[in-house]
């Protein structure tokens, strides 16, 4: 099926460890994009890439870091996970900047 | 600082009713985002909205832009429970380019 992909799922981390969330589209889009999404904070961008090449700080960049791999694939690393990092992330991609998303189904991250 | 507005928050109804939800600024946008999140997946678009004015119809969801590119609304006629779910709108700020979101309407459609 056509879309995003994201891996993994789910992921409970201890406070201080390191991962990567992968994110691939297949919909050969320029932009993608990363969001968390914290009840009553709504979706708050992390980072994005307007096309391969590129990255750009978003809203909430600290503790993270990107890589456009290639136009399919941009993966999300947390370096040293902190219990405030604990979210739902979304990895989205899109034809434009800013244009309309396709999003991913999601990463539910708990650091412990 | 949160500059898109959604209103109500929380919307329960029963199938059959109709219903309006809103997306409010006091900034103008190029263009403005529905989509809608079901529990445990990622948000869908629904529509993108770019003319001052404009309506656009998708099944029994009408989607209209303010004639000011301010504000945006979503009006379900006859819901139904598979509309249930939170409704976010998304503007591009005319001023920066820069994307920016509703908090989201939860919908809850009982049958």
């Known amino acids: 099926n056509a879309g995003v992909t994201q891996t993994p799922k789910f992921q409970v981390l201890k406070t201080g460890q390191s991962m990567t969330l992968q994110c691939a589209q297949d919909m050969n889009h320029n932009s993608m994009y990363w969001y968390r999404q914290d009840p009553g904070m709504g979706l708050r961008l992390i980072y994005y890439s307007a096309s391969e090449g590129t990255t750009d700080k978003g809203e909430v960049p600290n503790g993270y870091n990107v890589s456009r791999l290639n136009k399919r694939e941009f993966s999300l690393r947390l370096e040293s996970a902190a219990p405030s990092q604990t979210s739902v992330y979304f990895c989205?991609?899109?034809?434009?900047?800013?244009?309309?998303?396709?999003f991913g189904s999601g990463t539910r991250l708990t650091v412990v | 600082t949160q500059l898109l507005e959604q209103s109500p928050q929380f919307l329960s109804i029963q199938e059959g009713e109709n219903l309006t939800v809103y997306c409010n600024s006091s900034s103008v946008f190029s263009s403005l985002q529905w989509y809608r999140q079901e529990p445990g997946e990622g948000p869908v678009l629904l529509v993108t909205v770019v003319t001052g004015g404009e309506v656009k119809k998708l099944k029994r969801l009408t989607f209209q832009f303010g004639d000011a590119r301010k504000d945006s609304s979503l009006h379900i006629t006859a819901a139904q429970p598979g509309d249930t779910g939170l409704y976010l709108c998304a503007g591009v700020l005319w001023l920066n380019r820069k994307l920016i979101w509703g908090l989201g309407t939860s919908l809850a459609v009982n049958p």
């Open positions: 989205a991609s899109s034809e434009a900047v800013f244009g309309g998303y396709t």
